[in-house]
């Protein structure tokens, strides 16, 4: 599991690092977006993921590496939404939306090595076509829940979801990896 646990921040430090660049160009502009929005952003991403899956024609020149750190970058901005709840303007300083990602980047992995030994790292033998399904799969859970303007009777809330849709994500993006060597 030490490797997993290694792959996994490689991963989320890769992504990090996009997010924070991305500060600089944009500010903390994403403040504003409604957490609906947020989930269909990632919808676009997880489809488009599914689309490249299924066909050989790319009329736009970006990889499944690309949208899976999209993903992954979304749902933390999902989950600092959160948290701070939607902003009228973007309100964070650099230092404190990446003091933030962090944050939740460790809740999320927590969560992760949890599961990972309750579940014997059975992600490990899912192909990253079906974890692209479970991602799509709990994007639609969340629309739902959102629908239902955030009530549940007996499962998880959003956050649960975007936690989730973060590991598969970060499984697919450790799965690519070693599918290359």
């Not at 989930?39 to 991403?45: F, M, R, V």
């Not at 399904?133 to 956050?159: A, C, H």
Request: charged share 30%; hydrophobic share 40%; glycine share 4%.
């Amino acid at each position: 599991m030490s490797s997993t646990s290694k792959q996994y921040d490689a991963i989320v430090s890769n992504c990090r690092n996009l997010y924070a660049k991305k500060l600089k160009d944009y500010g903390t502009a994403w403040r504003i977006f409604r957490l609906t929005s947020l989930t269909d952003q990632i919808y676009i991403k997880a489809m488009r993921i599914r689309t490249l899956q299924e066909t050989d024609i790319r009329k736009v020149d970006e990889d499944e590496i690309g949208e899976f750190i999209a993903i992954i970058n979304y749902c933390v901005m999902a989950l600092i939404q959160i948290d701070k709840g939607v902003a009228k303007y973007p309100d964070l300083t650099e230092k404190e939306a990446i003091e933030l990602y962090d944050k939740h980047a460790k809740i999320t992995k927590d969560l992760m090595l949890n599961k990972n030994h309750d579940y014997g790292e059975a992600w490990r033998d899912i192909r990253i076509s079906s974890l692209t399904d479970i991602i799509l799969q709990k994007l639609l859970r969340i629309k739902q829940i959102e629908d239902n303007k955030g009530k549940t009777l007996v499962s998880e809330g959003v956050d649960a979801n975007y936690q989730d849709i973060i590991n598969y994500a970060v499984f697919s993006l450790i799965l690519t990896e070693e599918n290359k060597k």
